[in-house]
């Protein structure tokens, strides 16, 4: 496990083990740091190993490996939609299955979080990637609730809309040069900059959710209203979405 540092070794730790440094500041009992990639089975199946070997069954998962994508379906390539399938969807699955599969074996309950997005019912002619992965990953939620309820583990899909997280910085937008894609990167964090929805609100929401063991939880006032949309007024969602963005 990671040990306490200094500031200035703090400034050198990567993300992750930043934000364990951060959660032991913030008063965890403890926390530490381990990478992965999600979309690797086998890198999942050795990390699973090594948390229940070395740390026991976990109470809570949380699922939030993302990935951002933007673009016209024509301009999406396979390779594109490999890419965000295996992080937004495969991630989940595989965490799910190493995880779960182990809290259900140990028969005392426990909770799985599966970070989706207002993108999984809201439909959007700039995200058909991205938002496909999200629904599939509420639909996976929803699923895998029903099967899990008779053995005291309940599982949220957490909806968020547009949150102020450094996913910007990493999305790409098909269809364009380099160029193109740095000016859009740009634009969007800055609008995600303004729009500044802390994600230690989804932190709360996830919180919540686990407490009173909810199913699906928008984050944000625009996912609350596109879930309303979707549900009551599906042809609304369906023309705002014919709204082309202008990034």
């Known amino acids: 496990r990671p040990t306490r540092r200094n500031a200035l070794e703090s400034d050198q730790q990567s993300p992750p083990e930043r934000r364990a440094e951060l959660s032991r500041q913030a008063g965890a009992a403890d926390a530490w740091a381990e990478t992965a990639d999600v979309s690797d089975e086998q890198a999942m199946e050795k990390l699973a190993e090594k948390v229940h070997r070395e740390y026991g069954v976990l109470d809570v998962l949380v699922n939030n490996a993302g990935i951002g994508l933007s673009g016209s379906f024509f301009t999406t390539t396979t390779q594109d939609w490999r890419q965000v399938l295996d992080v937004n969807l495969w991630g989940v699955i595989h965490g799910c299955r190493l995880f779960g599969a182990r809290m259900a074996e140990r028969a005392q309950g426990g909770h799985i979080v599966n970070v989706a997005s207002a993108a999984a019912y809201q439909p959007s002619r700039a995200l058909p990637a991205y938002s496909t992965s999200k629904a599939a990953v509420l639909m996976l939620s929803e699923c895998l609730r029903a099967e899990l309820a008779s053995q005291r583990i309940g599982v949220t899909a957490i909806c968020p809309g547009f949150i102020n997280t450094n996913i910007t910085s990493t999305a790409?937008?098909?269809?364009?040069?380099?160029?193109?894609?740095?000016?859009?990167?740009?634009?969007?964090?800055?609008?995600?900059?303004?729009?500044?929805?802390?994600?230690?609100?989804?932190?709360s929401a996830i919180l919540e959710a686990v407490a009173h063991n909810r199913a699906v939880v928008p984050v944000t006032p625009e996912a609350r209203g596109m879930r309303v949309l979707s549900r009551l007024a599906p042809g609304v969602a369906r023309r705002i979405a014919r709204v082309e963005p202008k990034l």
Request: proline share 6%; glycine share 6%; aromatic share 10%.
């Open 172 to 203: 790409r937008f098909t269809g364009v040069d380099e160029e193109e894609q740095r000016r859009r990167r740009k634009r969007s964090a800055r609008l995600y900059g303004m729009r500044n929805y802390p994600p230690e609100k989804v932190a």
